[in-house]
C-alpha cells in the first residue's frame, strides 16, 4: 500500500514539473511571437555599452521568463557579427539577473491570480481581435498553469517529508554539497529551464523535504546548470557565437564555486532577511547573480580576449568564389588594375568551362552528386563576376582611353556572357538532366552520340573565346565568329536526324524527344555567349556590318536612287507591286 502511494506522489511531482516546464515554455514562445521582432531589434541597439547591454538583458530575461532564450538572441547576433563578444556578455549577465525576478515574483503567495489569468488568457487567445492578442492570451495561460504547478509540486511534495527513502537519498547531498551542486547543474540540463528548477527547489524547501542549506547549495547548481544548457544548444554554432555561452559559464562556474566555499558564512544572514525557507531560496538566486554581475562586469573584455582565445575563429578553406587576383591598390593605374580583372575573369572562365565539360558526365552517369557540385561552382561563378563588375567600376572612374578602354569593354562583355553561361548550365541544363534521371530516360545510342560531339564542339568553342580574351586576336576572333555559323549548321543537321529517329518510331527517342531538343537549344545559347567576347573586338576593327538585316526602305547608303538595286528580287517586286 506505501509502495503505490509511494509511486502517486511520485507520479503527480514529475506531473507538476512537467507542468511547469511547458507553461514555462508557452509562456516565452507567446512572448517571441507578440513581441520576438521588436525584442531582437532593441536587443541588437543595446550594445552602446556594458551597462545598456545588462539592462536590455535584465528586461529581456525578465519577458521571456528564461536566461537561455536570451542566450540564444545574444549567440545569434554574435554569430552574425551584429555584436561584439564582450556587449554579448553584458547582456547575458543582465539576463542571470533577469530570470530571477520571475522566481521572486512567484515565490510570493499569489496561487490566488491563477484562475484569473487563465480565464484572461483564454478569452485573449479566443476572442482576441488580433494575433498579439491571442499571443498574449498564450502568456496568460502559461502563467496560470505555472501558479497551478507550483500548487502540485507542493502538494505532492509535503508528504515526501516523512519518506525514510528520500531522507537517505538526500543525507548524502546535504553532507557533499559539491555532489548537490553536480547533481542540480545536471538536472538542470535535462529539464532545460533554471526557472523551473529554482522554482522547484523552493518548493522542496518550503515543505521541508530539502533544509535551506542543501536548498542553497542546490541553487548554485541550477545556475551553473543553465550556464551549460546554451553552450550545449549552440554546439553547431560559429566560434563567435559559441564564445558568449562559454564566457557566462565561466563566470557561473567561478561565482558558483567561490560562493560554495562562503556558503556556511552567508547562510545565518539570510535568514535574517526572512525566515520563509522558500522566500530564502529566492532571495539567494537573485543576491547571487546580482554578485556575478557587480564583480565581473567590469572584466567582460577580458574575458571576451580569453572565449577568443579559448574559441579562435578558424582559418576557413579559400572559397573558389572569393576574388584572388583584384589588387584595390592598383586601381587607380588603369594598365594594371585591367590585368587583374583579366587574370579573375580567366579564372570565371575556368570555372565556367569545368561546369560546361562535367554537366554533359551527369547526362551520361546521371551523378546527382555532381549535379549539386556543378551547382555550387555556378555560386562561386555568380559571385566572382559581382566582385569583378566592382572593381571594374572602380576601374572606370578613371579616365580610360584607348586600348585601355577597349578592354574594360572586352572584359565586361566577357564577365556578365560567363554569368549566363553558368546560369544556362544550373537552370536549364541540370533541370533537363534532373527531368532525365527522375525519369529513368536514356537517349538512344545515335542521339547520345549526336550531343556528345555537339557538347564537345561547345567545349572547343569556350577554349577558343578564352584564348580570344588572351591574345586579342583579329583572325582567332573571325575564327570564333565562323564557328558560330557553323555551329548553326550542325545544330539543324541534328535537329533533322532526330526527327528522321521519331518518324522511325524509335522508343528512346520518342521518351527523351523533349529532352534532346531542350539539350541543343541549351548548347546553342552556350556558343552565342561565348561568341559574345568576339564582338566588341571586331567592332573595333571594323569587321562587323551595323546591322544583318539586308533590306531597308531607305537604302543601304542612305540614297533612295540605289536602294531598289540592292533590294533581294522578293523585295524588288514587293516594292514595284507597292509603286
Known amino acids: 500500500m506505501e509502495q503505490t502511494a509511494g509511486h502517486e506522489l511520485l507520479l503527480s511531482l514529475g506531473g507538476g514539473v512537467a507542468l511547469l516546464l511547458w507553461a514555462a515554455r508557452m509562456i516565452r514562445t507567446g512572448i517571441m511571437r507578440a513581441y520576438g521582432a521588436s525584442l531582437?531589434?532593441?536587443?541588437?541597439?543595446?550594445?552602446?555599452?556594458?551597462?545598456?547591454?545588462?539592462?536590455?538583458g535584465i528586461g529581456a530575461a525578465g519577458l521571456l521568463q528564461s536566461s537561455t532564450a536570451t542566450a540564444l538572441?545574444?549567440?545569434?547576433?554574435?554569430?552574425?557579427g551584429l555584436i561584439a563578444t564582450a556587449p554579448a556578455l553584458a547582456i547575458m549577465l543582465g539576463a542571470d539577473v533577469g530570470s530571477t525576478l520571475v522566481v521572486q515574483v512567484l515565490s510570493f503567495d499569489i496561487a490566488w491570480l491563477s484562475p484569473v489569468f487563465l480565464l484572461a488568457g483564454v478569452i485573449a487567445f479566443l476572442a482576441g481581435p488580433s494575433a498579439i492578442w491571442r499571443h498574449l492570451g498564450r502568456v496568460s495561460i502559461g502563467l496560470a498553469l505555472m501558479l497551478l504547478s507550483l500548487g502540485l509540486i507542493v502538494g505532492a511534495s509535503t508528504p515526501l517529508r516523512e519518506s525514510e527513502s528520500l531522507q537517505a537519498v538526500l543525507a548524502p547531498l546535504a553532507g557533499d554539497p559539491i555532489l548537490a551542486v553536480g547533481l542540480a547543474a545536471l538536472l538542470t540540463w535535462i529539464a532545460h529551464s533554471s526557472v523551473a528548477m529554482v522554482l522547484l527547489i523552493m518548493a522542496l524547501t518550503a515543505t521541508a523535504v530539502v533544509s535551506p542549506a542543501l536548498g542553497f547549495a542546490l541553487v548554485l547548481g541550477a545556475n551553473i546548470g543553465a550556464g551549460i544548457i546554451p553552450m550545449a544548444i549552440g554546439m553547431s554554432e560559429p566560434h563567435e557565437a559559441r564564445r558568449v555561452p562559454l564566457g557566462n559559464l565561466l563566470f557561473r562556474i567561478v561565482g558558483g564555486l567561490a560562493?560554495?566555499?562562503?556558503?556556511?558564512?552567508?547562510?545565518?544572514?539570510?535568514?535574517?532577511?526572512?525566515?520563509?525557507?522558500?522566500?530564502?531560496?529566492?532571495?539567494f538566486h537573485t543576491l547571487f547573480n546580482l554578485a556575478l554581475a557587480v564583480l565581473f562586469l567590469?572584466?567582460?573584455g577580458p574575458m571576451a580576449q580569453l572565449t577568443g582565445r579559448m574559441l579562435p575563429t578558424p582559418r576557413a578553406p579559400e572559397s573558389e568564389g572569393q576574388p584572388r587576383h583584384l589588387d584595390s591598390d592598383v586601381v587607380t593605374v588603369p594598365a594594371l588594375a585591367l590585368s587583374c580583372a583579366t587574370r579573375e575573369v580567366l579564372r570565371m572562365a575556368d570555372i565556367v568551362e569545368s561546369m560546361l565539360r562535367d554537366v554533359m558526365l551527369v547526362f551520361e552517369t546521371n551523378d546527382k552528386r555532381l549535379m549539386d557540385e556543378i551547382s555550387d561552382r555556378d555560386d562561386d561563378v555568380d559571385a566572382l563576376h559581382g566582385a569583378v563588375k566592382l572593381y571594374l567600376t572602380e576601374v572606370s572612374r578613371n579616365e580610360l582611353e584607348g586600348e585601355d578602354s577597349e578592354r574594360f569593354v572586352e572584359l565586361i562583355t566577357f564577365a556578365t556572357n560567363l554569368e549566363h553561361i553558368g546560369d544556362i548550365i544550373d537552370t536549364n541544363l541540370l533541370q533537363t538532366a534532373d527531368k532525365k534521371i527522375k525519369r529513368r530516360l536514356e537517349f538512344s545510342p545515335e542521339g547520345q552520340k549526336e550531343l556528345s560531339a555537339i557538347h564537345a564542339r561547345v567545349i572547343d568553342q569556350m577554349r577558343l573565346g578564352i584564348n580570344v580574351l588572351v591574345s586579342r586576336d583579329v583572325a582567332m576572333a573571325r575564327r570564333l565568329m565562323l564557328e558560330k555559323e557553323q555551329f548553326r549548321e550542325v545544330e539543324r543537321v541534328a535537329g533533322d536526324r532526330h526527327m528522321e529517329r521519331l518518324r522511325e518510331g524509335e522508343i528512346a527517342t520518342i521518351e527523351t524527344s523533349a529532352l534532346h531538343l531542350d539539350l541543343l537549344r541549351d548548347l546553342k545559347r552556350v556558343t552565342s555567349h561565348i561568341t559574345s567576347i568576339a564582338y566588341p573586338m571586331l567592332e573595333t576593327e571594323g569587321h562587323l556590318r551595323k546591322s544583318r538585316l539586308k533590306v531597308h526602305l531607305q537604302g543601304y547608303d542612305g540614297s533612295e536612287a540605289n536602294s531598289v538595286a540592292q533590294m533581294p528580287v522578293r523585295a524588288?517586286?514587293?516594292?514595284?507591286?507597292?509603286?
Open 259 to 283: 560562493t560554495l566555499a562562503l556558503l556556511p558564512l552567508v547562510t545565518p544572514y539570510l535568514g535574517l532577511i526572512e525566515p520563509d525557507p522558500a522566500r530564502q531560496i529566492a532571495n
Open 40 to 56: 531582437r531589434s532593441v536587443l541588437g541597439r543595446s550594445t552602446r555599452n556594458r551597462f545598456a547591454g545588462f539592462l536590455m
Open 298 to 300: 567590469p572584466f567582460i
Open 572 to 579: 524588288r517586286k514587293r516594292a514595284g507591286k507597292k509603286g
Open 73 to 80: 538572441l545574444a549567440m545569434s547576433f554574435a554569430g552574425r
